[in-house]
């Protein structure tokens, strides 16, 4: 059973940054698309950034490019997206994602418990 476990929320002044990582048990991070999403309450959750298995090709969010860097060590397992510049409309709560296909453009198939980014003004 492929299980995803996010570190690295917490709150920060607006204009600091956070560095998120995502580890995978019960799989290899070689064999998916890794990516994250977030959600605030009321609103849908949003596609925020992802990396092809490869690590040689990412997409991001229009709201997070330029400030927001998505990578992955397939050797380590692991992947991380460092947030700069945040903003406190980047609160959310943030989850990993991954799937064997390429995403945005599909749901992903697996999803951790989420962590929270709070950002204050």
């Known amino acids: 059973q492929v299980q995803l476990v996010e570190s690295g929320g917490g709150l920060v002044q607006a204009g600091g940054s956070l560095r998120l990582a995502c580890t995978i048990t019960?799989?290899?991070?070689?064999?998916?698309?890794m990516g994250w999403f977030r959600q605030v309450p009321g609103k849908e959750r949003e596609f925020v950034a992802s990396v092809i298995r490869s690590g040689g090709l990412t997409s991001y969010a229009s709201a997070v490019k330029g400030r927001f860097n998505i990578s992955r060590d397939n050797a380590e397992n692991s992947m991380w997206m460092q947030m700069d510049s945040l903003k406190p409309e980047d609160t959310a709560v943030y989850y990993c994602?991954?799937?064997?296909?390429?995403?945005?453009?599909?749901?992903?198939?697996?999803w951790g418990q989420g962590t929270q980014v709070t950002v204050s003004s």
């Open positions: 019960g799989g290899t991070v070689s064999s998916y698309t």
């Open positions: 994602a991954a799937d064997s296909g390429w995403f945005p453009g599909l749901t992903p198939s697996f």
